[in-house]
């Protein structure tokens, strides 16, 4: 042990530095919110509850392809389709980590994740979400200019995003 730990041993130099640094910040502005009263505003892009679009008619855009549920790392999306039609649509959000895979994937712009984050329940069923839970969350949280705001402003790819780039070689076929 050298000298100068020793000193810092003996006269307890790292609590009193520690005494030191929490009487300095005793007297300063807390960091803290008093939550739910006040509130901090939510990052753009914030990836929250899900929600299934509806279109300018209301009426929902998913047509049950299963895109969404294939590319889902957790598995959590379940698609059941009768004559045609969506029966059912439901996301075990207990299980989704929030990668936004399945908005990437639908080709329809049909599922969202919204800015919701307070959805916390005692019951697990209450956090497994149905096809009516999620159409109401769009009229809830994304309905109108947000929720073509958010699409545009958020998710890739996006249809323009295929044109294809003036500087790029293309295949023109034989002559
Ligand atoms: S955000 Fe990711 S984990 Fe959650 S439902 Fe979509 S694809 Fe699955
Ligand atoms: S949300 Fe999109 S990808 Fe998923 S089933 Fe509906 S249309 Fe297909």
């Not at 509850?49 to 969404?68: D, M």
């Amino acid at each position: 042990m050298t000298a100068k730990e020793l000193v810092n041993k003996i006269f307890f130099v790292e609590i009193l530095k520690a005494m030191a640094l929490t009487l300095s910040r005793m007297f300063s502005h807390a960091v803290t919110i008093q939550y739910p009263t006040e509130r901090r505003p939510i990052a753009p892009g914030f990836r929250g509850q899900h929600a299934l679009a509806k279109n300018p008619e209301g009426k929902a855009k998913c047509v049950g392809c299963g895109l969404c549920a294939a590319i889902c790392p957790s598995q959590c999306i379940q698609i059941f389709r009768e004559k045609g039609k969506v029966a059912r649509y439901e996301v075990e959000v207990l299980r989704c980590i929030f990668c936004g895979f399945c908005v990437e994937a639908c080709p329809y712009g049909a599922i969202v994740l919204t800015e919701n984050f307070e959805y916390s329940n005692y019951s697990k069923e209450a956090l497994y979400m149905t096809r009516e839970n999620l159409l109401s969350n769009w009229d809830k949280y994304m309905a109108g200019k947000k929720g073509e705001d958010y699409f545009k402003k958020f998710w890739r790819p996006m249809s323009e995003d295929f044109g294809t780039p003036q500087s790029q070689a293309v295949f023109r076929g034989r002559r």
